[in-house]
């Protein structure tokens, strides 16, 4: 049994390639951008922001913003920026809470193009 032991452990000593922190602007059409835009633009009017010290975490009210259009953005997001960390955590009840993060050069990059600070 040792030997599974040992393959595991090996695995987590691979190098990660490095984040290159640039944004994909053919990944969405026009049209996907202007829906993109539009989401996240409502998703930061109704998010309280919470600064991490890796990137960010919004919680968002589900009254104005839906869990739906949260995994459309992210997903969409991820296409254009696959150099950040996402994830969307969804309580049973209550706001639910997005966090962006990689790094301080990644946290660095979300302000940057979220417009925020």
């Known amino acids: 049994m040792i030997l ?6 090996a695995a987590t ?4 390639p490095a984040r290159v922190l640039a944004c994909n ?12 835009l539009e989401v996240g633009k409502r998703i930061l009017q109704h998010a309280q922001r919470r600064e991490l ?7 968002i009210d589900r009254a104005h913003v839906s869990v739906a259009e ?7 997001e991820s296409r254009c920026c696959p150099a950040v960390d996402y994830a969307v955590e969804l309580p049973a009840s209550g706001p639910l809470t997005l966090r962006l993060y990689g790094g301080a050069d990644v946290k660095e990059f979300i302000a940057s193009e979220l417009s925020i600070r």
């Open 13 to 16: 000593d691979v190098p990660k």
């Open 25 to 36: 602007m053919g990944a969405l059409t026009s049209d996907q951008r202007a829906r993109h």
């Open 4 to 9: 599974p032991l040992l393959t595991l452990l």
């Open 53 to 59: 010290p890796d990137g960010f975490a919004f919680t």
């Open 70 to 76: 949260v995994a459309e953005w992210v997903a969409d």
